[in-house]
T-cell receptor, first 114, second 116 residues
Framework: AQSVTQPDIHITVSEGASLELRCNYS??????LFWYVQSPGQGLQLLLK??????LVQGIKGFEAEFKRSQSSFNLRKPSVHWSDAAEYFC????????????FGAGTTVTVRA | NAGVTQTPKFQVLKTGQSMTLQCAQDMNHEYMSWYRQDPGMGLRLIHYSVGAGITDQGEVPNGYNVSRSTTEDFPLRLLSAAPSQTSVYFCASSYRSRGQGSNEQFFGPGTRLTVL
């Protein structure tokens, strides 16, 4: 079975600074990988996803993520953070043999300071 | 399209009470699923369905029942609520990929349940 680890529970970043959120997965083959964002009191919204091909994936709101097979990682990045990026971020992995079941990480809460 | 809708938004139950959390989607998605979200644990899959009349257990199914009589609706039933079921519940749906890559799951706004 697949699993996801998000090592950082909470990150604080200044507005305008860069942001990187870590995600490590465990799966025996190339997985499907996702990043979701959850604003306070809201449901989850998809930021980006990786299925195959180019390992650098562009998403919405200026986010990007890079799939590194050798490191089993799928880290999320944003060059310049806005106050509206304060939210909880979830990495998720899906298996190619069972693509409708996702395993989520515990989440990383991002606080943006002025 | 309304997307994925969930009712109620908030609910308080007493231990032993029963209730049904409603979930509906208007996107003709084959897959629907229920997750619970607890602090520090991310989202955990409770039950899922790959189509009308077909359901299966996820990671944490105990204490919950589901059925799927139509494509649109996927209710989650708590037969005898326990304080351990205090959580935020999310319903999600997606298309079946048919080998073309896993599809985005669309989430509802959630139901915040407190069991006293």
């Amino acid at each position: 079975a697949q699993s996801v680890t998000q090592p950082d529970i909470h990150i604080t970043v200044s507005e305008g600074a860069s942001l990187e959120l870590r995600c490590n997965y465990s799966y025996g083959a190339t997985p499907y990988l996702f990043w979701y964002v959850q604003s306070p009191g809201q449901g989850l919204q998809l930021l980006l996803k990786y299925f195959s091909g180019d390992t650098l994936v562009q998403g919405i709101k200026g986010f990007e993520a890079e799939f590194k097979r050798s490191q089993s990682s799928f880290n999320l990045r944003k060059p310049s953070v806005h106050w509206s990026d304060a939210a909880e971020y979830f990495c998720a992995v899906g298996a190619r043999s069972n693509d409708y079941k996702l395993s989520f990480g515990a989440g990383t809460t991002v606080t943006v300071r002025a | 399209n309304a997307g994925v809708t969930q009712t109620p938004k908030f609910q308080v139950l007493k231990t032993g009470q029963s209730m049904t959390l409603q979930c509906a989607q208007d996107m003709n998605h084959e897959y629907m699923s229920w997750y619970r979200q607890d602090p520090g644990m991310g989202l955990r899959l409770i039950h899922y369905s790959v189509g009308a009349g077909i359901t299966d257990q996820g990671e944490v199914p105990n204490g919950y029942n589901v059925s799927r009589s139509t494509t649109e609706d996927f209710p989650l039933r708590l037969l005898s609520a326990a304080p351990s079921q205090t959580s935020v519940y999310f319903c999600a749906s997606s298309y079946r990929s048919r080998g073309q890559g896993s599809n985005e799951q669309f989430f509802g706004p959630g139901t915040r349940l407190t069991v006293l």
